[in-house]
């Protein structure tokens, strides 16, 4: 249900969001790791600004998480970031400058960011 403080918050995020990008972009040699988190579900994609190119993708609603199913929202978060980075170091990318998207730096995208970490990706 929208609500007034729901409105606020929504708000509130797309300020915090839009002041993120202002000074992060993603080029060739250091492309961005974008999130978004809905309320059931975990998305996260690295892109080259510079192209407009999403280089690599994933969620938790990828075919690889059908067999995890029962975990917590933290723990898929983990996962997916974990997978990502997999991903990512296969297609060759090391080194992401993490874009959380006005999202706090906590919970399941703190999960994503430390699975990326585990992987082998740089922030």
Known sequence: MITPSNIAKIALRSRRRAAIRKRLTGTSTRPRLAVFRSNKHIYAQII?????????SMSDKAKAFSAEAGLKKTERGMLVGQKLGEVALA???TKVAFDRAGYKYHGRVKALAEGARKAGLEF
């Open 48 to 56: 080259d600004d510079s192209t407009g190119k999403t280089l690599v």
């Open 91 to 93: 297609a060759g990318i």
